[in-house]
């Protein structure tokens, strides 16, 4: 399978993130989305760190490996990222009972 | 055709189907489960490039815990459906044209790259468990501490933030 498929289906993916994150207004859709983007950086990484294989005589396996490494920690990363988001969009839920993503504009309340 | 090209369609189908689900459903449970799906098919994705490790953790903690979350979060709260209405149909297909432009200009710079194979080479362990362990705990083994300590941070911090929020009862005037 070429290279260029995987970075095509990742960038179709992270688009489509953004365009969640630019036109809904549902707070869970929109940490949803952002989770999608993350995703789709994780399937990228991969697909390059088993493309570097194919150039045996300049990388080893070991620094093949290390681009797998990054996505777990990318998965860290977003778990992390859910369980804030969700403790922070649950406590303004049960203040303002609205998911609405404007409820940002009244922290200042 | 081989297999593996077969399968690879088929899941790519899959998970930009369902990731346009996420954003086209109304309601928020159908865009948890699509987002369930776009995770397991990501981990197909895992499969086929033989990364099996990934696949599992992909499963474990996108799939399980985090979509456990957003469903406990969905199950929380009602979704007004007309706070979404109110938003500008104009705005709306901004957001739509700007997105769309940056997958057509990060698709053009990737299209005339140099052509490339995912390749895997077979004695190389890339992907497997035995390989990543040692990796992580030899010359990632700082990171992975740091990650440690930055979920341990996170735990305490949301314990903070929940009991902060139950001690004021008095509901805050909007």
């Known amino acids: 399978m070429l290279t260029q498929w995987y970075v095509i289906l990742s960038v179709v993916l992270f688009s489509i993130g953004v365009m969640g994150v630019l036109t809904r207004r549902n707070a869970i859709v929109v940490l949803l989305c952002i989770q999608l983007m993350l995703g789709a950086s994780a399937l990228l990484l991969t697909a390059f760190s088993k493309m570097h294989l194919s150039h045996a005589h300049v990388f080893s396996g070991e620094q093949a490996s290390q681009g797998q490494i990054f996505v777990l920690f990318i998965i860290v990363i977003a778990a992390i990222q859910v369980v804030t988001g969700l403790t922070i969009i649950l406590s303004f839920y049960k203040k303002t009972h609205s998911l609405d993503i404007n409820f940002l504009n009244r922290l200042k309340n | ?174």
Request: hydrophobic share 60%; proline share 2%; aromatic share 10%.
């Open chain 2, 1 to 174: 055709m081989g297999a593996t090209v077969i399968l690879f369609w088929f899941l790519a189908a899959v998970a930009v189907s369902s990731a346009l689900g996420i954003i086209i459903s109304r309601k928020q449970l159908f865009s948890v489960l699509s987002f369930l799906l776009v995770i397991f098919s990501l981990a197909g994705h895992f499969i086929l490039m033989n990364a099996q490790y990934l696949a599992l953790v992909d499963i474990m903690v996108w799939g399980a815990a985090v979509g456990i979350l957003f469903l406990y979060a969905v199950t929380l709260t009602r979704s007004h459906k007309d706070s979404e209405q109110v938003k500008i149909i104009y705005m709306r297909i901004a957001g739509v044209v700007a997105a769309l432009a940056l997958m057509v200009v990060l698709i053009a710079a990737v299209a005339h790259a140099e052509q490339n194979e995912v390749v895997m080479r077979p004695g190389t362990w890339v992907g497997h468990v035995n390989r990543i362990g040692k990796e992580l705990f030899s010359r990632f083994y700082v990171p992975f501490i740091i990650s440690s300590f930055l979920l341990l941070s996170t735990l305490t911090g949301i314990f903070i933030l929940n009991k902060k929020e139950s001690s004021d009862s008095k509901p805050v005037q909007l």
